[in-house]
């Protein structure tokens, strides 16, 4: 035996025939992706008998990933398998948030605050930031930008805030 607490029987909202409950609803995600794709290309041309037009593409890989994902879900019923896991939202949560605010502050504060502010943003998402090399790497890359798109590529951003400018 051993000194360490056991832990009770762990509870599932699954039902017992679903013996994989991480695959089942990983194939049940995919099929509901993959319909999603069906019904947004509905209104597409193409994929009647042989003509080809720009419906094509999106509705043979979302019949693809409905294949898949069935028989994900098929081997979540089969097999033994994990519960499922619990989610970490922070990361998801401040990368989003980080996009967003990337795209509000683009053109009012300009390429350098925008993407500085961005990066910060997304380094929120983990507990693990050590901010000092956050800092140093976030500048490096608002740099490389700066220079990258407005010059290399000849796109015009503003790199700086309106109020700056005039």
Not at 103 to 120: D, E, H, K, N, Q
Request: aromatic share 12%; with cysteine; proline share 7%.
């Amino acid at each position: 035996m051993s000194d360490a607490p056991s832990q009770g029987p762990v509870k599932s909202m699954m039902p017992k025939w679903v013996r994989n409950p991480q695959d089942f609803v990983g194939g049940i995600a995919l099929m509901a992706i993959a319909a999603f794709a069906l019904w947004a290309s509905s209104d597409l041309q193409g994929m009647h008998g042989f003509s080809f037009g720009a419906g094509t593409a999106p509705r043979m890989f979302a019949l693809l990933l409905l294949g898949l994902g069935a028989a994900i879900a098929v081997v979540g019923l089969l097999t033994e398998g994990p519960h499922l896991a619990t989610y970490a939202w922070r990361g998801p949560l401040f990368v989003s948030l980080s996009i967003l605010s990337f795209a509000f502050t683009i053109r009012p504060l300009g390429l350098v605050v925008s993407a500085m502010a961005s990066f910060m943003i997304a380094a929120l998402g983990t507990p693990e930031t050590r901010w000092t090399e956050t800092i140093i790497v976030g500048v490096c890359l608002t740099a490389f930008c700066s220079f990258l798109f407005p010059y290399a590529l000849g796109l015009p951003l503003q790199l700086l805030p309106r109020f700056m400018i005039q």
